[in-house]
């Protein structure tokens, strides 16, 4: 079994800061992208930011200038920096892996349980 489990998520105000967190653990060989995707009420999952093994980066629009996404390949674990947040950055953030499980197996993707941000004006 593959888990992601997040955390971080929380109330905070306007132009305030928050760090998420995404532990990767269980069976793994290797994860390949890692990224964090949000979901606001009503709202389709957007993407937020991605990252490879290698390091680059990729950022939706919304969250560039603003949000650092980066990973600990040691600790299996991905973490994204949300600062000058907004009363629209406010929904579920998920994170998500394509890991191998075994040397022979394909990348597979696996999601987290999701953790709310809610920014209040």
């Known amino acids: 079994q593959v888990q992601l489990v997040e955390s971080g998520g929380s109330l905070v105000q306007a132009g305030g800061s928050l760090r998420l967190s995404c532990v990767v653990s269980?069976?793994?060989?290797?994860?390949?992208?890692m990224g964090w995707y949000r979901q606001a009420p009503e709202k389709q999952r957007e993407l937020v930011a991605i990252?490879?093994?290698?390091?680059?980066?990729n950022y939706a629009d919304s969250a560039k200038g603003r949000f650092t996404i980066s990973r600990d390949n040691a600790k299996n674990t991905v973490y994204l920096e949300m600062n000058s947040l907004k009363p629209e950055d406010t929904a579920v953030y998920y994170c998500?892996?394509?890991?191998?499980?075994?040397?022979?197996?394909?990348?597979?993707?696996?999601w987290g349980q999701g953790t709310q941000v809610t920014v209040s004006s």
């Open positions: 998500n892996a394509l890991v191998k499980r075994y040397r022979w197996s394909p990348f597979v993707e696996f």
């Open positions: 269980g069976s793994i060989f290797g994860i390949n992208n």
């Open positions: 990252i490879t093994s290698a390091g680059a980066t």
